[in-house]
């Protein structure tokens, strides 16, 4: 369970952010269906993407990629 705290900001447990690999700067798609909240981890070629939209960090983007070379 969570909950919705100020500015709507709803916190994730750190067992599941440590389970699904979640850090700070990370990108989720959000969707609504069926009257449920789905949150889906964005792929790396997504990121890079969003960062060329300008909706994510670009630097947090190269040092991902870096990583994963």
Not at 10 to 38: C, H, M, N, Q, W
């Amino acid at each position: 369970m969570v909950k919705v705290h100020g500015e709507s900001i709803v916190v994730l447990p750190k067992s599941i952010r440590d389970t699904l690999g979640i850090t700070e700067g990370v990108l989720l798609k959000v969707r609504i269906g069926a009257g449920k909240l789905f949150l889906k981890l964005l792929e790396l070629r997504q990121r890079i993407w969003s960062c060329v939209k300008g909706l994510g960090s670009v630097e947090e983007t190269e040092l991902e990629i870096d990583r994963e070379e």
